[in-house]
């Protein structure tokens, strides 16, 4: 459904090697080069366009499998959940209340419902997300090679460069990311909450 909503709204398993063109460029990009022939599946722009699509890896991968851990990205993510449990030893040291772990539950929940309710919305009926993309990061270089460093594919060959992507992808790559951290904070927020409360 995530990719739908970025404009790759269906999946095929068998394709054939060809070029495709990104979303908003003329020029094309020769896949048959620059991305593998054994892509998990192809991506169908709105405009009929076709690319390969590398399988990416699940959030369960990113978070055991090392060489992921060298994405900046993913060490955000983790250091954020690390950092959110220490929060425990701090209750445990006296330093926080039992109250605070009720509010850091709501506040990721908040962002969870409401805050990717939010962006799934926007992108579903304005593109909003492809468009903040498009504006903030495709025009930074260092946004640019950042994300380009954060992306792990599932085969280890398979290096990522945004120019051979269309901008759909792209910015279905970073919300990705957005999704990570705020679902494993959601989660460890609760599991926090449970177990000071636990009587």
Known sequence: TLLKI?????MESDYASESFVS???SATSAT???????????????SGERFEVPETMSVLAALVKPRSWRSPAV???????LSTIATLFLYT??????????VLFVIWRLGYNLGLGYLLNGQSKHQQFLHFYQRRVKPSPQLQSLLQSSVV?????????????????NAWMLFRFVVMVVLALDVVSYFLMVI???E
């Open 75 to 81: 060490l955000a993510w983790i250091t954020a959940c």
């Open 23 to 25: 979303d908003g460029d």
């Open 32 to 46: 048959t080069s620059k991305q593998p022939r054994n892509a998990a599946a192809i991506g169908v722009l709105a």
């Open 6 to 10: 970025f404009s790759l709204p269906r």
């Open 196 to 198: 000071v409360y636990w």
């Open 153 to 169: 594919f599932e085969d280890d060959a398979i290096s990522y460069d945004p120019k051979s992507f269309p901008d759909a992808f």
């Open 93 to 102: 040291s006296g330093y926080i209340p039992k109250a605070f772990f009720c």
